[in-house]
């Protein structure tokens, strides 16, 4: 030790404030170790502190995670609420889509959904309504109602109401994805004219084989009703007709106003139609009427009135004959179906005629279906 000096007390004090030796700087392995079976704990440097037991705590709740993917219970589809209502006096079915709650879309986040409704069995397109889109939210609020004209008792005896969840495609590559669930309600259940409310649990979407004496090229729907089993393209559709026997001008007012659920004869999915109005006997260009054509549609309002002058004995031996054709540029119109009223018809075409002629004066308006089978007339 010779040639060194001595160590001052300043020296000293600092050499002494030294904590000790130092501890090898921790590698970030250490922070996220890897686990293999085969190989051996790594040594890890002693830790000079004592362990340090914490305090026990109680337990806190942890919230139960959100099933992810399909479930066998139907409630993690969601649920949906609605009301139907009848309306019988004036043969409409209404539909109000309230909202809906715990939808379980195909990815996560938020999603855009709206409400499809269809009437089986029938054209899909002819009975398809659909709500806006709200944006957004698993918890969609729509209050928004649907109608559907020329709804019938016959038709709320054997019709049923499928409503379906769609997620809106817009942002999507895939424009067909299914539907996030479905229900089906039969419509028999409903007191006309009595409100019903609905809290319905959502099912996945149940197929039926296409019948095949379906024609494929008119759009018809995929869905047929489990208990029926009548098929869909043997409905052509209904037309709402209102007749008068004016006093003022001495003859017939014939009003065409709208047409539901027409049959598509385009290969679309829908038609162009228009309704052909024919006073039988009657010569002359007077007995022959036509609306204008409604482009693209299959149910079509017209609200346009024709007139047939002639007394009132005079029109009760005649036949009105109304037609719905869809109009084809260069070929030859489609038929889609027709109606005869007469003195000689049977049922409500025969007693809608009666009650118009037998008064003066008042408006008469009633829904028809439309028979597929060409009109003849009998000289």
């Not at 659909?130 to 559907?148: A, H, I, K, N, Q």
Request: glycine share 8%.
């Amino acid at each position: 030790m010779a040639g060194r000096g001595r160590v001052s007390m300043q020296e000293h004090m600092a050499i002494d404030a030294s904590p000790g030796p130092i501890r090898p700087i921790r590698l970030i392995s250490h922070y996220f170790p890897h686990f293999y079976p085969t190989a051996e704990p790594a040594l890890r440097p002693p830790d000079p502190r004592p362990p340090v037991t914490p305090a026990r705590s109680a337990p806190q709740p942890q919230p139960d995670p959100e099933p992810e993917g399909d479930s066998d219970d139907s409630t993690a589809l969601g649920t949906l609420e609605f009301t139907l209502l009848f309306d019988a006096d004036n043969s409409t079915l209404h539909c109000t889509a309230h909202c809906a709650k715990g939808l379980k879309p195909l990815a996560s986040g938020s999603v855009d959904t709206f409400v499809k409704a269809n009437l089986l069995p029938g054209a899909s397109k002819a009975s398809q309504l659909r709500t806006r889109t709200v944006r957004g939210t698993r918890g969609p609020v729509w209050e928004e109602t649907l109608t559907y004209h020329g709804f019938t008792l016959q038709d709320a005896r054997r019709k049923t109401l499928r409503l379906c969840v769609c997620e809106d495609p817009w942002l999507r590559r895939r424009r067909r994805a299914p539907p996030l669930g479905e229900l089906r309600v039969p419509l028999r259940k409903l007191v006309p004219n009595r409100a019903r409310s609905f809290d319905v649990c959502l099912e996945r979407r149940r197929l039926t084989k296409r019948p095949k004496s379906l024609d494929t090229a008119r759009g018809m729907s995929l869905y047929e009703q489990e208990v029926e089993a009548e098929v869909a393209s043997e409905e052509r559709g209904c037309v709402l007709l209102s007749l008068c026997y004016s006093s003022q001008r001495g003859g017939l007012l014939v009003g065409v106003l709208r047409c539901a659920h027409l049959a598509p004869m385009d290969a679309n999915g829908y038609s162009d139609p228009f309704v052909r109005l024919f006073l039988h006997p009657n010569g002359g260009k007077k007995s022959k009427y036509k609306t204008s054509v409604r482009k693209k549609t299959l149910n079509p309002e017209f609200n346009e009135e024709f007139f047939y002058a002639g007394p009132r004995e005079e029109l009760a031996q005649k036949t009105l004959l109304v037609s719905v054709w869809d109009y084809d540029l260069g070929t030859a119109d489609d038929f889609i179906g027709g109606v005869q009223l007469s003195s000689r018809a049977g049922g409500e075409r025969q007693q809608h005629w009666r009650e118009c002629l037998g008064r003066s004066d008042r408006r008469l308006e009633h829904w028809h279906p439309l028979d597929g089978a060409p009109l003849q007339l009998s000289e």
